[in-house]
């Protein structure tokens, strides 16, 4: 083998309604990619389970991650969409990558800290623990690009520690086995099974903060509804959210340093350049000196034209459970032979006898 077949890999949790902020750093992203790569797009449901083990409605949550990405242009036939779930192996290298892992490596994930708080003796091994399965998820396949977030780069730097870690531990009976690619790793040459994973961050939107609180990232969980767009709300709803947003007095400025220290003034540019699709520059070229009674209806209207088509859409692929359950299936059955090939080789590597 002489190198890693390119393959972007990304999974979204199903907790809570999807918005604004998970389509315009994930979703759209997801889909520009699949023009470029292969792709596999994961609804991560155990995942789910590290922040709430109890749900009364997991199953119709994962429908609804899976409607939004049919809805927003992910082509279930050409990539690779299903729930985690449905691949044991995503828990048995999992397992192996919690051997792999130090618990150093762990209690240093900031979000870990922030989602564990004080308490951190009463919180569950999974919230610990769930960066390893992470790891899993993206290894598995041996994807060698993942679309994150600025708050999973951190996350992502952990899976490349992980798959160098056993590559290096393992490096001369993957060399052995045939199945290695040699890779760099400071002075050493190794032979690596798993690829360092690439970041893919960027974008004019990349991080969407809310519509109340330009400090705060926009949130599921936020008790406000105000605070985020869902990519369930009618047309109606959009503008009226957009039109109550937060800002200040003075209007928007010509270039884009004058937005230093006004949160909200840029969050709203942020989100019209990335509706559409240009930079926050160009954006404020057009809006520069204009009162937000002026840019708010501008950014209304916009959001509008390219959100409610998408609204309109999952909520018609939500209708049809038979479909999303049969995409979901045939995902995972595809996804769980390119899995069960990467497992087989693994306990080679390692030594666990199988048939």
């Not at 990619?33 to 199953?59: F, K, P, R, W």
């Not at 909200?264 to 070229?285: P, Q, T, W």
């Amino acid at each position: 083998m002489s190198a890693f077949k390119p393959l972007v890999f990304s999974g979204v949790q199903p907790t809570g309604n999807l918005h604004l902020g998970n389509y315009l750093g994930a979703i759209k992203k997801f889909v520009a990619l699949q023009e470029q790569s292969d792709c596999i797009y994961c609804v991560v449901d155990m995942h789910s389970l590290t922040a709430q083990l109890v749900h009364q409605d997991l199953g119709d949550q994962t429908r609804s991650i899976t409607a939004a990405f049919l809805a927003s242009g992910i082509d279930p036939k050409k990539h690779i969409v299903f729930n985690q779930s449905r691949v044991i192996q995503h828990a048995e290298l999992a397992w192996i990558f919690n051997c792999v892992a130090r618990i150093g490596w762990m209690y240093r994930m900031t979000q870990f800290k922030d989602k564990a708080g004080k308490d951190r003796e009463n919180a569950s091994l999974g919230l610990l623990a769930y960066p390893s399965l992470m790891a899993a998820d993206i290894l598995l396949y041996r994807a060698t690009h993942v679309p994150v977030g600025e708050d999973q780069k951190q996350h992502l730097e952990l899976t490349r520690d992980i798959a160098q870690k056993f590559n290096n531990d393992f490096s001369e009976k993957i060399a052995a086995l045939g199945v290695g690619v040699e890779m760099q790793v400071g002075e050493e040459t190794v032979n690596g099974y798993f690829p360092i994973t690439e970041p893919v961050i960027g974008g004019p939107a990349a991080r969407i903060m809310s519509l109340r609180d330009g400090s705060k990232k926009m949130s599921k969980s936020d008790p406000s509804d105000l605070s985020r767009i869902n990519l369930t709300d009618d047309a109606d709803t959009i503008s009226k959210k957009i039109r109550k947003a937060k800002t200040d007095p003075e209007a928007l400025p010509s270039e884009i340093d004058g937005l230093e220290s006004r949160p909200e003034a840029e969050n709203l540019v942020g989100i019209y350049a990335g509706l559409a699709e240009i930079s926050k520059e160009d954006v404020l070229k057009e809006y520069g000196g204009q009162q937000f009674s002026v840019f708010k209806p501008a950014l209304a209207d916009l959001a509008v034209e390219k959100l409610a088509p998408i609204a309109s859409e999952m909520r018609r692929i939500e209708g049809d459970r038979a479909y999303v359950d049969a995409v979901l299936k045939d995902g995972g059955d595809r996804a769980r032979t390119i899995a069960e090939g990467t497992m087989k080789t693994v306990r080679d590597i390692i030594g666990l006898l199988q048939d």
